[in-house]
């Protein structure tokens, strides 16, 4: 079971009897902390799409399909096509990743999960924390450097989040691809 | 305009956190569905004493008691009063309902067979915070499946027509108007809540908030101010932040006495019931409150206003707090939203100066904030208040 807080793009869900691919996250909080979670869910076996809202506790079964570690290889349009240590090759829907995508890029080094449903690659699950460089960011407007003041900032891949004040154009960062956060400076 | 009859059967489940915020929102709610929509209401509360302070004829003894057409029942688990499944189902700022209500709503979802005129399983719905956040109308209204099979749906209040909207009842505005016309109305109530020697001249502040060092500083400055000013204080979180300036302990002050200080006087308020609370903030010249509930009263009530959030972690309520005032300030003119912006951010974070220094700033006899909190309910409203956009709601679902 996983908290609906714990969930992130690529983990498959069982709710109401069927099978569902997590395929975007937003956590913001309500009152007195309590966290709300929503999700973009896609159902495995038919091609449709929800958006559900839950308590950050909320508990749900994640399903423990099989999973092989890949790393990237290249996008053939709609497909991402990821390799396993073997080179055998899997096609995943470019609307499967979700906001995995963003992190997706040319050359990257990081070990993925990829998730397979009878068979076919339905998902793609990313490493909690990946390093990327920021290709644009407005100059420090406040000079801060407590990492509190916070500055939109697009990555590689055209990817964007907010990150501290004090990160430049050109540096690279670590992201928690959970909640697309900045973490800090590498 | 009154609804036609529906004879729905809604539940209400409320846990009290802080003691007035939830059991006075869902109260509110409660009283709007039963008299605007003639829905019957049972409400589900767990802490009574709580409930007592804004509901004084409540019986503590008594699982169960109506008042105003609303079922009242006691909420401790295992549940002494039996629950039975009606047509909605409510758990307020997403309480966690008892576990043999979850197995009924299971039950009557397995039960229910589409092809049969057996009733159908309650539309299960959990009322969140209000909130003036963008990411709420994302969220307003989704579903919440449930790994049980049920599916709950997620309504937030909000000040948009995106969101779920705000607690206000039909007749509220134009009789708020009918008793603000006359001036004698607020020194009768005074009167009758025991709050002496106020004069039509003398500014009268109430007071609701958290413990904070800037309500200390208040009070300092309004001891030295040119004209009287009463707070109207009640027992509580409040007075604890006035130690200092009280002649005895907090436990020793009286409802009802008086503290005069200089041109400062603390008047100690009595727990008023709701309709008392509303009547107190329309008479008052500014509120300063707190949470959820006197919050939007406080607004409805149409004078300004200073509103102390409740605390959450990381700072994450300045956010809550910025969002508001981002939406309260966007038709007043700069200098007068900077400043009043600048009085409820100092206010919030206990910086006493600052505080101090933007009440002076904020012209309180000023006619445009003034004007502003008057026409500000007729725009937060939004044509349609919650009560009535919850049952269309339902309906709908």
């Known amino acids: 079971m996983k908290t609906a807080h714990e969930l992130r793009p690529g983990n498959v869900i069982m709710l109401d009897g069927s099978p569902w691919v997590v395929q975007k996250t937003e956590t913001t909080r309500s009152g007195r902390n309590a966290a709300i979670v929503k999700l973009k869910l896609k159902h495995v076996l038919q091609d449709s799409t929800t958006e559900s809202t839950f308590k950050g506790e909320d508990k749900m079964e994640d399903i423990i399909l099989e999973r092989l570690d890949c790393t990237y290889s290249y996008f053939a349009d709609p497909m991402y096509v990821f390799m396993d240590a073997e080179y055998n090759q899997y096609d995943v829907e470019a609307e499967n990743l979700g906001d995995a995508a963003a992190y997706i890029v040319d050359g990257m080094e990081e070990n993925c999960q990829v998730t397979f449903y009878e068979g076919k690659a339905i998902s793609v699950e990313l490493p909690t924390s990946v390093v990327r460089e920021v290709t644009y960011t407005e100059p420090s407007a406040r000079g801060d450097t407590s990492g509190k003041v916070m500055k939109p900032a697009t990555i590689t891949g055209g990817g964007t989040l907010s990150v501290a004040d004090f990160v430049k154009t050109g540096d690279m960062i670590e992201i928690d691809t959970r909640t697309n956060e900045f973490k800090k400076r590498v | ?397």
């Open chain 2, 1 to 397: 305009m009154a609804s036609q009859k529906t004879e729905q059967n809604w539940d209400i489940f409320c846990a009290v956190v802080d003691n007035y915020g939830d059991i006075g929102v869902t109260w509110r709610l409660a009283k709007q569905l039963a008299v605007e929509h003639q829905i019957n209401v049972t409400l589900w509360v767990d802490d009574l004493n709580s409930f007592q302070h804004i509901l004084p004829q409540l019986d503590l003894k008594k699982v169960t008691q109506t008042y105003f057409g609303i079922k009242i029942n006691q909420w401790s688990e295992p549940l002494k009063c039996c629950y039975v499944a009606g047509d909605v189902l409510i758990e307020a700022f997403a309480c966690e309902l008892p576990a043999q209500v979850k197995q009924q709503l299971i039950t009557a979802k397995q039960n229910y067979d589409e092809d049969t005129i057996q009733q159908k399983p309650p539309v299960w719905l959990n009322l969140e915070y209000l909130s003036a956040e963008s990411w709420v109308e994302g969220c307003h209204g989704l579903p919440s499946m449930q790994s049980s099979g049920l599916k709950k749906y997620f309504y937030f209040p909000g000040f948009t027509d995106k969101t779920g909207g705000l607690i206000c009842e039909q007749q509220l505005f134009a009789q708020r108007d009918a008793w603000q016309a006359d001036v004698s109305n607020r020194l009768s109530l005074f009167e009758s809540l025991g709050l002496r020697g106020i004069k039509t001249s003398d500014t009268v502040v109430s007071v609701f908030s958290y413990e904070t060092t800037s309500l200390l500083a208040l009070c300092q400055l309004w001891q030295h101010s040119e004209q009287t000013v009463h707070a109207l204080i009640p027992k509580g979180r409040c007075l604890n932040s006035l130690v200092e300036l009280l002649p005895c302990s907090v436990d020793e002050v009286s409802k009802g006495s008086q503290i005069k200080l200089n041109n400062l006087v603390i008047h100690i308020l009595p727990m008023t019931d709701q309709e008392g609370y509303d009547k107190l903030l329309w008479s008052c010249d500014f509120n300063i409150v707190r949470g959820e509930d006197s919050f939007l009263r406080a607004q409805w009530a149409a004078k300004p206003f200073i509103w102390h959030i409740y605390v959450q972690e990381d700072d994450y309520h300045l956010i809550k707090l910025d969002a508001f005032m981002q939406l309260y300030c966007n038709n007043l003119p700069p200098e007068l939203a900077n400043s009043w912006k600048a009085l409820n951010l100092a206010f919030n974070q206990g910086q006493a100066d600052a505080t101090c220094e933007h009440w002076q700033q904020l012209n309180l006899a000023g006619l445009p904030l003034q004007q502003h909190a008057k026409q500000w309910p007729i725009d937060a409203i939004n044509d349609v208040d919650l009560v009535s956009r919850l049952v269309q709601f339902v309906k709908n679902s």
